[in-house]
């Protein structure tokens, strides 16, 4: 039998971190810690079924991870969204230094 309140301390440790590396926008310590999720989780649900923990401290910890998920969500669309833009100014400035290659040689002919 699993300590109920050392697995939620533990679900709210992982929960801790996965608000630091997204904080970070480290992509692959929240890749890393998403791992430990489903195990965090699942000993609480075996507790929460065998009546020995309070369905509502699970609630509020899975409400805090959608929240959690939610926020994630948002800045991997941000960072997204900011790479397409960054890659699109490298492709423009490329071009750009293409079309003045081709002009000054063709200056010099």
Sequence with gaps: MADPQALLESLDQLRSELDQA???QDWEQLAELNARVKPAIEPLMVEL???RIDP???R???DAL???VEAANQAAVK???EARES???VNENRTAARAY???STNRQR
Excluded: M, S
């Design 87 to 89: 890659l699109k100014g």
């Design 49 to 51: 079924e065998q009546g």
């Design 22 to 24: 997204l904080a970070a």
């Design 79 to 81: 960072a997204r969204d």
């Design 60 to 62: 509020d910890r899975l």
């Design 66 to 68: 959608n929240q959690f």
């Design 101 to 103: 290659q081709n002009v």
């Design 56 to 58: 509502a401290l699970i």
